[in-house]
């Protein structure tokens, strides 16, 4: 079964989030998360480190990641391994495979029109609310 990772990226203030509008299929043209595919024998953390420096040039010493949630997809089959986190410090992200920027909070991410993932980043959102205390660095100016 082939596994992926979504990571969520929040500014040092915890008022933005890193986002990416996608180029290929699936979810053309969307709006999602970074992450990519999990290699063979890779644990979801490496991967999960791996996919963001690669995607956005951000490290492990820019970011401490928490493991939030799984989806399974058995008819599929893959499953997909979501992680969040709060940058430590400003990071000039830079990235080839999808177009990056940053979002506000204060959007309807159960959007499909917009956002990929049927629901999916809305979902995470709403869980990531949930635990906000586990997730980001201090809670002074969070705006989720």
Not at 13 to 30: N, Q, T, V
Not at 54 to 65: P, Q, V, W, Y
Not at 88 to 111: A, I, R, Y
Request: with cysteine; charged share 25%; net charge negative.
């Amino acid at each position: 079964m082939q596994g992926y990772n979504l990571i969520a990226v929040f500014s040092p203030d915890g008022e933005k989030m890193l986002m990416c509008r996608r180029i290929k299929e699936p979810y053309k043209g969307l709006i999602n998360f970074v992450g990519g595919k999990i290699e063979p024998g890779e644990s979801g953390e490496h991967a999960a480190y791996r996919e963001l420096f690669e995607e956005t040039g951000i490290s492990d010493r820019d970011i401490k990641l928490i493991h939030l949630m799984d989806f399974s997809y058995p008819l599929d089959p893959c499953y997909v391994e979501v992680y969040a986190g709060q940058l430590v410090h400003s990071v000039e992200v830079q990235g080839e495979e999808n177009p990056l920027f940053w979002s506000g909070l204060d959007c309807d991410f159960f959007d499909m029109k917009h956002y990929a993932g049927e629901g999916n980043i809305g979902h995470i959102m709403e869980h990531i609310k949930l635990n906000r205390d586990r997730i980001f660095l201090t809670t002074k100016g969070t705006a989720i």
